[in-house]
């Protein structure tokens, strides 16, 4: 059965904002980890950031200052706000959940920033 299930990728010029979302099933959001990876054609997948169950987050260089990763537990969901975003952001995004119960990923969601 589908473990995560992510939305918010799209088309964005530079300087742009997006907000992705991935919501869980409650047994691996409440158990692991949550993060969000990226791709971009020709280069390996990459950690953007990622939140612990208690609420700890680590953010690649890249990103810091300028993408927030947040949960929110009544809803098995984690976010990732975008800002400032910049034509290196392109990628497919694809939100993971890692820990006890397993290493799942989502289908991934298509992030284009136009210059």
């Not at 919501?23 to 691996?28: D, E, G, K, N």
């Not at 537990?73 to 952001?89: H, I």
Request: with cysteine; charged share 15%; hydrophobic share 30%.
């Amino acid at each position: 059965q589908v473990q995560l299930v992510e939305s918010g990728g799209g088309l964005v010029q530079v300087g742009g904002s997006l907000r992705l979302s991935c919501q869980a099933s409650l047994r691996i959001f409440r158990l692991n980890a949550m993060g969000w990876h990226r791709q971009a054609p020709g280069n390996e997948r990459e950690l953007v950031a990622a939140i612990s169950r208690e609420g700890s987050t680590n953010y690649a260089h890249s990103v810091e200052g300028r993408f927030t990763i947040s949960r929110d537990n009544a809803k098995n969901t984690v976010y990732l706000q975008m800002n400032s975003l910049k034509p290196e952001d392109t990628a497919v995004y694809y939100c993971n959940s890692n820990g006890p119960v397993g290493n799942y990923w989502g289908q991934g969601t298509q992030v284009t920033v136009s210059s």
